[in-house]
């Protein structure tokens, strides 16, 4: 186990090398990397947006607006159909999904019939059209009476396409702001995620991405009077819109639309000779040239309207014919008004309107002070980890530091070059690596410190204690592998982050303390030193085998935990949980005061003249910041949140900077609630897998009672503290299970062992050892990562410091259940010592009974 070949060597070395340089540029800022030659790596981490600032929105397509527009086009083309066939008809109605028509003269239904029919005929679908779709449903219900229904495979061929054309347009739009490496993705079947990083204005993407964008060029009725409209009902052929310049002015517009902005092939801000004033000018390509032209020609001195999102922008005379297929297009913009009007017209339009369902947006000084603090809390948690290492386990920890710092690198250089997004639960899971990290080691040097102790040499000891870790190391890991796994399926955003790096971290983990570490110290360490013996160090003061009757007191420890878990069930029914946005919808928002200090009261009266449901202002922070929380709105629509947030950004923006918004329709937040859950009991049932696998039922059994225990307790410091339950704190407490069954596993690894060992020992005094035995690595395990995990708590900012306090208490409770419930349940399940005998024993054993029934069965049959 301690001999390395050449080759192997000088490929442990390779890896770390690699690992070192790709992950070096993380350490430079940008002007330097641009300096350096092209050959060397540049490429960096990509930081999150809770870093480096900037905006996430999930956007949702319109579904019933959609249906509802392509149930308006059928009706016009069965109108448009049946008075090309001259059939004379009554009744013509839209209903649900369903457009009703009756044909009056008996003799033309057969023609009726036939001309509707090409309404229903069956429209290519799929790749080179080599799919049909049947998107409208004929049916005659009674002679004469003709119903066309949208059908659901047609329904989501509209949806598809609509959400495939969306893509392209947010994209573009987005694209036309300039800013860099923005991520534009499809979730599902009727959403796309934006993410924006780095933008200095989320206000200006959320109005560039909620508009439609559908322009039209329209003629003004002026034969009408529009007040007479108003009073009665418009005209055949006509509607009233408004103009968008407060305050609004109403015109009779004509139906029918001269050109659209499909014609456009360019449009761009510039500035009126005239007047100075910011302008549109764009430019028609040659049937929108042609057909403006035309317009124009027919109706001199007659205003018409442009139209955007039914919406007027001006109104202007046609005072001579326009023929070169440009023009401009005037309203009172601002500058930035007529870039973003410009940006959207050469976007193209949305085929459907699009709701932000879900928003989550940091400003860039925000996201500073977060790495700033992300940072601190690295370092300061590293140096703890270090300093806890050299002093428990002397020179031995000085190599396992060297170690850790590999590890280090490497994470960091595999992050880097997967793209992975750093978010500050991602600092989090980097910290918390660093802590658990050293787990693999303690439990190596702990072997060593036990063989060392039944009389083997230095050498012999290291190699025993390497190749009996083994199985531990790995059983620990995977463990919290499958919980980090099940975070990144279940999760969105931030906690994806947490979970990309703590399984990167888990992975180089192993890799660094078994190959790593042993390397260093069989080539290094006991080559140039020749040491007899194991170095100084505080670890040498924790007695290998302690003599704590831990099962004596198990059924004091099974009362108390019962006792302690139906006493958050009732606390559960009886106290409410502080559901955050996540969960029950709503708004949170994170405010700084321009100048001095926040006043909360002030605030808080601002926003409860409103009118917008439940207001919560809180300091949060310092003196100067304020985190809002506004509920969730009494509305069907996801939109009314943003309405919300859109009326307390226009109270307080004045005073207060905006630094941090999140937004949470009440789709999305019922979808987290639901995936949250199902996190949890996933991770339970691979846990619960993975354990009878490797083990058996029992041991699989009572690491699941061990761990319910724990969700339990923590749900009642949720519920006790009334710490907000949102989706970090469900990260919070997939964490402490992945810590608490990484100790229930290294518990169970001993126990097996020893079950193997003394095949006579009584089941309950064996438990006892194993857990005296691994008592020491209990400990060690439990301060280091108590450490890392303090300094973030101190160090890490607000938001870290809420996600790490629940974790610091499941450490407590993780260690308790692992020692006092998932041990002493195996006593329970009566488990049997010889269903852990080899392969080779059993068939022994089954020989010699065999043997010996036949023996006794001889003198029967004589």
């Known amino acids: 186990m301690l001999y390395f070949p050449r080759w192997k060597s000088i490929l442990i070395w390779l890896t770390i090398a690699v690992g070192v340089v790709l992950a070096a540029p993380n350490m430079f800022p940008q002007s330097t990397l641009n300096a350096l030659p092209d050959w060397l790596p540049k490429r960096q981490m990509t930081l999150g947006l809770d870093l480096q600032g900037g905006s996430h929105m999930l956007l949702q397509i319109d579904r019933q607006g959609m249906v509802n527009d392509r149930l308006e086009t059928l009706r016009d083309d069965v109108r448009t159909t049946l008075r090309s066939a001259n059939v004379g008809y009554t009744g013509l109605s839209d209903s649900g999904s369903t457009v009703q028509v009756r044909v009056r003269d008996a003799d033309q239904v057969a023609a009726a019939r036939a001309a509707l029919q090409a309404l229903a005929e069956p429209v290519s679908s799929g790749l080179f059209g080599t799919g049909v779709v049947t998107e409208v449903n004929l049916t005659e219900s009674e002679p004469g009476l003709f119903r066309l229904s949208l059908s659901d495979e047609g329904i989501a061929y ?27 993705q499809r979730q599902g079947a009727d959403r796309i995620l934006v993410q924006v990083p780095g933008l200095q204005d989320p206000e200006r993407l959320k109005e560039i991405l909620g508009q439609t964008a559908q322009l039209t060029f329209q003629m003004v009725d002026v034969t009408n009077d529009v007040q007479d409209a108003l009073n009665t009902r418009p005209p055949a052929g006509t509607r009233i819109l408004y103009s968008s310049d407060e305050p609004r002015v109403p015109y009779l517009i004509e139906n029918r639309v001269i050109v659209s902005g499909e014609n456009l092939i360019d449009a761009q801000a510039s500035f009126d000779q005239r007047t100075n004033e910011p302008v549109v000018s ?16 027919q109706n001199v001195g007659r205003p018409f309207a442009i139209v955007l999102d039914n919406e007027v922008i001006s109104a202007p005379r046609i005072n001579e014919p326009i023929l070169g297929g440009t023009g401009q297009i005037s309203g009172s913009f601002t500058v930035q008004g007529a870039n973003d009007l410009a940006v959207l017209l050469r976007a193209g339009a949305l085929p459907a309107d699009l709701d932000i369902i879900e928003e989550r947006t940091v400003g860039p000084s925000l996201g500073q002070d977060s790495i700033e603090a992300g940072l601190m809390a690295t370092i300061v948690g590293g140096l703890l980890v270090v300093a806890a290492m050299f002093l428990i386990y002397g020179r031995l920890g000085l190599i396992a530091n060297i170690a850790l710092a590999a590890n280090l690198a490497l994470l960091v250089a595999t992050l880097t070059m997967l793209g992975a997004t750093l978010t500050l639960p991602g600092i989090a899971g980097i910290v918390l690596t660093v802590g658990v990290a050293v787990d693999s080691n303690v439990i190596i040097f702990e072997r060593v410190r036990e063989e060392v102790a039944r009389g083997r040499s230095l050498v012999q000891a290291l190699d025993q204690g ?116 996540d969960f029950r919808g709503g708004s949170s928002i994170e405010v700084q005061a321009r100048t001095g200090e926040a006043d909360v009261g002030d605030v808080r009266s601002r926003l409860l003249d409103l009118d917008i449901g439940e207001v919560q202002v809180q300091e949060f922070g310092s003196p100067n910041e304020l985190l809002i929380r506004i509920g969730s709105q009494d509305a069907e629509s996801d939109t009314a ?75 009642g410091v949720y519920l006790l503290l009334g710490l907000e339950m949102n989706l970090i704190a469900i990260a919070a407490i997939l964490t402490v299970i992945g810590y608490s069954i990484n100790d229930t596993v290294v518990i169970y690894d001993r126990i097996r062992e020893n079950l193997r060992r003394y095949k006579k020992m009584p089941l309950d005094e064996l438990i006892n050892l194993s857990l005296n035995q691994t008592l020491s690595r209990t400990l060690l395990t439990g301060v280091t990562t108590l450490l890392a995990l303090t300094a973030l708590y101190l160090f890490g900012g607000e938001v870290l410091a809420v996600f790490v306090f629940p974790i610091i208490i499941g450490i407590f409770i993780g260690t308790y259940s692992s020692v006092f419930i998932a041990g002493p349940m195996l006593v329970i399940f009566k488990l049997r010592p010889d269903i852990f005998d080899t392969a080779d024993e059993k068939e022994k054993a089954a020989k010699a009974q065999a043997q010996q029934t036949e023996g006794r069965q001889l003198p029967v049959g004589e």
């Open 282 to 297: 764009f430019r028609f390509d040659n049937q929108g040239a042609t057909r403006f032209g035309q317009a124009t020609q």
């Open 158 to 184: 509209r949806l598809n396409n609509a959400l495939n054309q969306s893509i392209e347009v947010v994209g573009r739009r987005v694209n036309e702001l300039g800013t860099t490496e923005p991520i534009i």
């Open 466 to 581: 390497f190749q009996r870790a083994l199985n531990t190391v790995v059983d620990a890991n995977l463990t919290s592998l499958i919980v980090a796994g099940i975070l990144f399926y279940m999760g969105t955003g931030p906690v994806r982050g947490f979970a990309v790096t703590l399984a990167i971290g888990i992975i180089t983990t192993v890799f660094t303390a078994y190959t790593f570490t042993r390397f260093l110290i069989a080539i290094y360490w006991l080559k140039k030193f020749k040491p007899t013996q194991l170095p100084a160090g505080l670890v040498h003061y924790l007695p290998l085998e302690a003599k704590i009757p831990f099962m004596k007191f198990r059924n004091l420890a099974f009362g108390l935990s019962a006792a302690l878990s139906l006493a958050v069930v009732a606390i559960f029914f009886l106290v409410p949980f502080n559901y955050g946005i």
């Open 641 to 715: 949140e943003q309405a919300a947030v859109q009326q307390v950004r226009s109270a307080l923006e004045n005073e207060y900077e905006f630094r941090r918004v999140e937004i949470v329709g009440p789709t999305i937040s019922s979808e987290l609630a639901r995936t949250s859950t199902i996190g949890i009991i996933l991770s339970m049932i691979g846990m619960l897998i993975y354990i009878w696998a490797r083990f058996e039922w029992q041991f699989g059994v009572g690491a699941i009672v061990s761990t319910l225990h724990d969700v339990i307790m923590i749900i």
